[in-house]
Antibody
Framework: QVQLVESGGGVVQPGRSLRLSCAAS????????MHWVRQAPGKGLEWVAV????????YYADSVKGRFTISRDNYKNTLYLQMNSLRPEDAAVYYC???????????WGQGTLVTVSS | SYELTQPPSVSVPPGQTASITCSGD??????VCWYQQKPGQSPVLVMY???KRPSGIPERFSGSNSGNAATLTISGTQAMDEADYYC?????????FGGGTTLTVL
């Protein structure tokens, strides 16, 4: 069965960096576009970034452009989100989600919590 | 930037029909997805391409999309349908979520 397991969240000071990982299993990872979506406490969903199946195309929300980098390792079946220059408003649960073409985000991980605080 | 607007809350008696709207400029020409999220859980895809149900989603969920609005309809609403619902669409190369609608079944 499809599984997405995020890790790497934690408490970090403003201005510091953090790298999130999403381990995928149960499907051919290298064939799918993958997303990061976040949700601040008590707030709605916010799309963060997307990478094409081969990692060659990457797009970002304006709120994270220039600070966050999405990447993937198709040999390790893992998706990453490198987050630099973190701000208090980046605090959220970060989800990775699979994108089935023209269908949407059909599988989501359980999320990993990022807290940005001094 | 592209925006999707949803009502913050919708209430419906059990067994009745709930309709949740999502509005956006020329939304009818975009693929729209709907996600259900219950407290403490990850989102679940309940509708894609505006009106198609993924496998495992009950038939009481239906959708439409035309003009500047998409609608998620839940017929015979049950207590288990109480959740937050989010619409999503693509604006060229970036995805956008609506602000979410809390569905209360009472």
């Amino acid at each position: 069965q499809v599984q997405l397991v995020e890790s790497g969240g934690g408490v970090v000071q403003p201005g510091r960096s953090l790298r999130l990982s999403c381990a995928a299993s149960g499907f051919i990872f290298s064939r799918y576009t993958m997303h990061w979506v976040r949700q601040a406490p008590g707030k709605g969903l916010e799309w963060v970034a997307v990478t094409s199946y081969d990692g060659r195309k990457k797009y970002y929300a304006d709120s994270v452009k220039g600070r966050f980098t999405i990447s993937r390792d198709n040999y390790k079946n893992t998706l990453y989100l490198q987050m630099n220059s973190l701000r208090p408003e980046d605090a959220a649960v970060y989800y990775c989600a699979r994108d089935d073409t023209d269908i949407g985000n059909d599988y989501w991980g359980q999320g990993t919590l990022v807290t940005v605080s001094s | 930037s592209y925006e999707l607007t949803q009502p913050p809350s919708v209430s419906v008696p059990p067994g009745q029909t709930a309709s949740i709207t999502c509005s956006g400029d020329n939304l009818g020409n975009k693929y729209v997805c709907w996600y259900q999220q219950k407290p403490g859980q990850s989102p679940v895809l309940v509708m894609y391409q505006g009106s198609k149900r993924p496998s495992g989603i009950p038939e009481r969920f239906s959708g439409s999309n035309s003009g500047n609005a998409a609608t998620l309809t839940i017929s015979g609403t049950q207590a288990m349908d109480e959740a937050d619902y989010y619409c999503q669409a693509w604006d060229t190369i970036t995805a956008v979520f609506g602000g979410g609608t809390t569905l209360t079944v009472l």
